[in-house]
């Protein structure tokens, strides 16, 4: 009998807790929520992206319209042709929105920083002194070596729209300006 009192005990606990945040934000004022959610992205980019993906069309702004060699509807315009490229997936499976894979492997700043930290070690990567520049860097050759598996020299691979999209998103240049893909100089 003891287990199950301990079990309704931390049930209850959980409930009152859920009731508590609830409170707490029905109690924000509009500069309030503001504020919380610019923290949010700060600290969860990929979490707030994928709560916001969840949300019913009506709520955030429409969708651009999308470039023609888009099937996923998460691609945005290139500037190069040959960067023109979606992951094929439809709206409910591209690759940019993976919740595992995208997220954990891609995304995720711990996981960027022991990525960076090896190929520093393993190439001499140099350093950029604006941390979203290294932390976009270092996404893209996660995403690669994720789906393509080896890099190398003759071994390189244009990542699809939608997932550059969503990383920049997630580490966005502070003034909106990004190189793009660069093809390799010995082919």
Known sequence: MRGAQVAQQQEERRRMRRERIRAMVDNLDLEGMRNFLRILVERQPALFLEIWEQQPQAAGPALPEQPHWCNCSRCQEMPQ?????CCRG????CLSMEPVEMDALVLDPGVL???RLTLNDMFGMRENNEPNHTMRHVAYRQFTVWQYGRLGRGNRHVIP???????RATYPSPNGQYRGYVPGRLV
């Open 113 to 115: 920083d022991l990525a």
């Open 161 to 167: 729209s939608c997932v550059v999209t969503r990383i």
């Open 90 to 93: 439809g709206m409910d499976s």
């Open 81 to 85: 042709l040959l960067e023109e490229v």
